[in-house]
């Protein structure tokens, strides 16, 4: 049972939500560490940097604040290849930044989310070191070896997502190749090794004991491999010159990824964080949303998981309109809701770009706002900002490794922009870790801050009506009307009306009703007015 605590605060009167439960409803920030504030003057961020930036986040109406990783990390792929999962890496700080940022967190009503990477380690791990060392000793059987194919190749078709074949032979020499459905720096870790959920059970309650209140979950749908190792059955061509991100689609991940196992080896996770009352939350690019309920079934399994189809792709109304309607219907209420994240383009860019894109993505934030679950903004999504324009070389190694001319997601990481002039207040270096073109005013937060009808302001509202009104996340979710691109929702006392469509359309069920909030500014009669083309709207109904 969840308990409501009133809270009044100079943004008016506000719900907060205690108990085991308190992450439904919750409002989540992603910090991209090494983008958002530096404070030593390297032109990486760091934690003092978000700790300084605390403050805002509340303000902005947050209630949890999910950090990317900022272990201890060769930085192969910026933090998602962990050398030492207890430590942080000193281009982010100290252990005691760590601290000081979970005790200032908390002061002020925040949640922290450590983002853990546990699908693979980096191969400077000493666990990696030691498997390559001693091929018979206990770290050998922490990753996934396997025997050459009968032509000596790698021992199956699986691929890496960031190009080439997800294996690597052993530098030790051993003839064994090891597999990693990432970069060759990244080696997958066997997680039908008992010993390998003890080590991650003592790294999850080191950090909840230092003040971690959940866990993001990297690559939450692929720990388990099918013991076979069999050839995924492949759809379509592999061609030369394909992006990898597109090889990879190529085939059907039934053996590498979505195991059945995954669900069953989440419940040692909830066990392991039991006493700590931590919240587990995956990230699950599993299309299959019964797959996905079962990851998040229970008590048993995940308490919640991201659902990531709504920020893939370019503006597809159609789909979104149905991955919310199935999702919200067959996930057990464990969602977690976004359009923008670190590894995609920014949703202003992928939804038309300019006030179209932002049109766009504050119509579908609005209906993620009233469903249930969590729901999740991306730094500097609450400004509007658009595709970072790179000016200098490309960090990712995704695009790096296979050709300067690929998509890159450097896009989605520049730095965020708080201010006017050099490096638009991120950082006093002279250039920051990613060389991107500077933003203008207004889309800083300086600016936006100031002007009341600027898009902070607007995604502001957002947070504080699902913060004052429990009931678009509590009262039973109504389907009133729907059509291929819009929808007519009941939760209480609320209506929730979103026309993603390229036409204005009429509402009756707004007949009488009290506008709460619009997603864009638009005049709004208590008639059967229309709601314009890549609108959403929320409304008291006319008689409570």
Same mark, same amino acid.
Not at 51 to 66: F, I, P
Not at 195 to 204: D, G, Q, S, T, W
Not at 213 to 226: E, W
């Given at each position: 049972m969840q308990a409501l605590t009133t809270t009044r605060t100079g943004s008016g009167l506000q719900i907060r939500i205690d108990g085991p439960d308190w992450w439904r409803g919750a409002i989540g920030y992603e910090v991209y560490v090494r983008s958002f504030a530096d404070t030593n003057g390297d032109g990486i961020?760091?934690?003092?940097?978000?700790?300084?930036? $605390?403050?805002?986040?509340?303000?902005?109406?947050?209630?949890?604040?999910?950090?990317?990783? #900022?272990?201890?990390s060769p930085g192969f792929d910026h933090g998602y290849d962990v050398s030492d999962y207890c430590d942080v890496d000193p281009k982010h700080g100290t252990l005691a930044d760590w601290d000081a940022?979970?005790?200032?967190?908390?002061?002020?009503?925040?949640?922290?989310?450590? &983002?853990?990477?546990?699908?693979?380690?980096?191969?400077?791990?000493?666990?990696?070191?030691?498997?390559?060392?001693?091929?018979?000793?206990?770290?050998?059987?922490?990753?996934?070896?396997? &025997?050459?194919?009968?032509?000596?190749?790698?021992p199956n078709n699986w691929v890496s997502h960031f190009g080439g074949p997800a294996w690597t032979l052993d530098p030790g020499g051993s003839g064994q190749y090891y597999c990693h459905l990432f970069l060759p720096e990244q080696p997958d870790l066997n997680?039908?090794?008992?010993?390998?959920?003890?080590?991650?059970?003592?790294?999850?309650?080191?950090?909840?004991?230092?003040?971690?209140?959940?866990?993001?979950? &990297? =690559?939450?749908?692929?720990?388990?491999?099918?013991?076979s190792f069999a050839d995924n059955p492949q759809l379509r061509p592999v061609t030369p010159g394909m992006h990898p991100m597109d090889v990879f689609a190529s085939f059907d991940h039934v053996?590498?990824?979505?195991?059945?196992?995954?669900?069953?080896?989440?419940?040692?996770?909830?066990?392991?964080?039991?006493?700590?009352?931590? =919240?587990?939350?995956?990230?699950?690019?599993?299309?299959? =949303?019964?797959?996905?309920?079962?990851?998040?079934?229970?008590?048993?399994?995940?308490?919640?998981? #991201?659902?990531?189809?709504?920020g893939l792709g370019p503006w597809r109304p159609a789909h979104i309109v149905d991955t919310i309607l199935e999702y919200q219907e067959k996930a057990n209420g464990g969602c977690a809701w976004e359009v923008s994240n670190h590894d995609q383009a920014r949703a202003v860019s992928r939804f038309g770009g300019g006030d179209v894109g932002l049109g766009r993505t504050l119509a579908v934030s609005t209906l993620m706002a %009233? $469903?249930?679950?969590?729901?999740?903004?991306?730094?500097?999504?609450?400004?509007?900002?658009?595709?970072?324009?790179?000016?200098?070389?490309?960090?990712?190694?995704?695009?790096?490794?296979?050709?300067?001319?690929?998509?890159?997601?450097?896009?989605?990481?520049?730095?965020?922009?708080?201010?006017?002039?050099?490096?638009?207040?991120f950082s006093q270096a002279a250039t920051a870790w990613i060389d991107t073109a500077p933003l203008p005013p207004d889309l800083t937060v300086e600016h936006q801050q100031a002007d009341p009808t600027s898009t902070w302001h607007r995604y502001h509202a957002l947070s504080m009506l699902r913060r004052t009104y429990p009931e678009l996340w509590q009262a039973p979710f109504e389907l009133l009307h729907h059509t291929d691109t819009a929808l007519v929702i009941r939760r209480g006392s609320l209506l929730?009306?979103?026309?993603?469509?390229?036409?204005?359309?009429?509402?009756?069920? $707004?007949?009488? %009703?009290?506008?709460?909030?619009?997603?864009?500014?638009?005049?709004?009669?208590?008639?059967?007015?229309?709601?314009? %083309?890549?609108?959403?709207?929320?409304?008291?109904?006319?008689?409570?």
């Open positions: 961020g760091d934690l003092p940097g978000i700790t300084g930036k $605390l403050a805002y986040l509340a303000d902005l109406g947050v209630d949890v604040v999910w950090i990317t990783p #900022f272990f201890r940022l979970a005790a200032e967190a908390h002061r002020l009503g925040l949640r922290l989310f450590v &983002d853990i990477v546990p699908n693979h380690s980096s191969s400077h791990h000493a666990w990696f070191k030691a498997a390559v060392a001693d091929p018979t000793g206990p770290y050998r059987d922490y990753y996934l070896w396997r &025997d050459p194919a009968p032509d000596g190749g790698p997680w039908a090794n008992p010993a390998v959920m003890e080590e991650f059970a003592r790294i999850l309650r080191f950090w909840a004991g230092r003040g971690a209140d959940g866990f993001r979950i &990297d =690559v939450a749908h692929g720990l388990c491999k099918d013991p053996h590498d990824l979505h195991r059945h196992d995954t669900a069953v080896l989440f419940r040692q996770w909830r066990d392991a964080v039991h006493d700590h009352g931590s =919240v587990l939350l995956g990230e699950m690019d599993t299309r299959n =949303v019964e797959r996905f309920a079962e990851f998040v079934a229970d008590d048993t399994a995940l308490h919640a998981g #991201f659902v990531l189809q709504l %009233a $469903l249930d679950g969590m729901f999740f903004l991306y730094e500097g999504e609450e400004l509007g900002l658009p595709d970072a324009t790179l000016v200098g070389h490309v960090e990712d190694p995704m695009s790096a490794r296979n050709g300067e001319g690929l998509w890159t997601r450097d896009v989605a990481r520049g730095p965020m922009p708080w201010t006017t002039g050099p490096l638009n207040g929730v009306v979103g026309n993603l469509g390229p036409d204005a359309m009429q509402t009756p069920e $707004l007949a009488g %009703a009290t506008l709460l909030f619009q997603s864009r500014d638009q005049a709004f009669s208590d008639g059967e007015a229309p709601l314009v %083309a890549g609108e959403s709207t929320v409304v008291v109904r006319a008689g409570g």
